[in-house]
């Protein structure tokens, strides 16, 4: 990332964050977002995610600094020569899944995911789905909360609060993991290549009612929901050297 490359300032919707943005305006030239060849984003991973959401169909990267509650997507923050850290920068190029869902009246949506798509039960009741991988059953019936297909990137966050694997960036792989599975009680999930086509089929849906969600897109009362990685979009994510995404993904693998 060359000094001369222009940038673009957005804030997350809190005191500290548009603090932050105030004091890096006064301090750079900027852009607006549309025209930027860089997105500076304040904030927490939440934001972060809203970002790349945001200008994805840009192809513009985004540098993050922390400056919201949890920062795992994102650099340290720092106002003091932030030209020269976005020159020694790391590029990471991410590629997210595609959401396919229909929902029992029939409508279909269409939503993209860079850390997970996640079916979750509506009621107090638990969730009955069916697992098809590239066409063939893998799973007859799964009553549980629900489940997750997780990228990469994503595989610190939801997918690791419900015990699925740690996924190193570049390992080509995607995480299929169960949220509190009833029945088959010992299934801990399973990894699959990132060319791998999941659909989910939801059984007894009117007294079971499922959502699906991708990042933070929700469809409710959903039917079938087909998931497939999306190689014609990419996102680019911009790191400190020493706090590279690869790395901190490993050091996750190795906490107490």
């Not at 304040?42 to 513009?60: I, K």
């Not at 003091?80 to 590029?91: I, K, M, S, T, V």
């Not at 998931?227 to 690869?246: G, Q």
Request: negative net charge; aromatic residues 6%.
């Amino acid at each position: 990332m060359g000094a001369d490359k222009t940038m673009a300032f957005v804030a997350a919707d809190t005191e500290a964050a548009e603090t932050a943005r105030q004091e890096l305006a006064a301090r750079y030239d900027q852009r607006p977002p549309e025209e930027a060849d860089v997105v500076v984003a304040l904030g927490g991973d939440g934001f972060m995610l809203e970002t790349l959401h945001r200008y994805m169909s840009r192809g513009v990267p985004i540098y993050g600094m922390h400056r919201g509650s949890v920062g795992f997507l994102m650099n340290d923050y720092a106002a003091d020569g932030l030209p020269a850290r976005l020159q020694a920068a790391e590029r990471v190029d991410l590629r997210p899944l595609r959401m396919r869902a229909t929902r029992m009246d029939g409508g279909e949506h269409e939503a993209l995911a860079i850390n997970e798509v996640s079916l979750l039960r509506e009621t107090r009741q638990a969730a009955k789905i069916r697992v098809r991988v590239d066409g063939v059953v893998r799973l007859e019936e799964l009553i549980c909360d629900g489940i997750i297909l997780a990228t990469a990137a994503g595989s610190t966050a939801y997918n690791l609060s419900a015990h699925g694997p740690i996924i190193p960036i570049g390992a080509d792989v995607l995480a299929l993991t169960p949220i509190s599975a009833f029945r088959p009680r010992r299934w801990r999930g399973a990894l699959l290549p990132a060319s791998a086509v999941v659909d989910i089929e939801v059984l007894e849906s009117d007294k079971r009612p499922v959502s699906a969600v991708a990042d933070y897109t929700e469809i409710r009362d959903v039917a079938r929901i087909g998931i497939r990685e999306d190689r014609e979009a990419s996102l680019s994510l911009l790191f400190d050297p020493e706090h590279n995404l690869e790395e901190r993904i490993l050091k996750e693998q190795f906490l107490p």
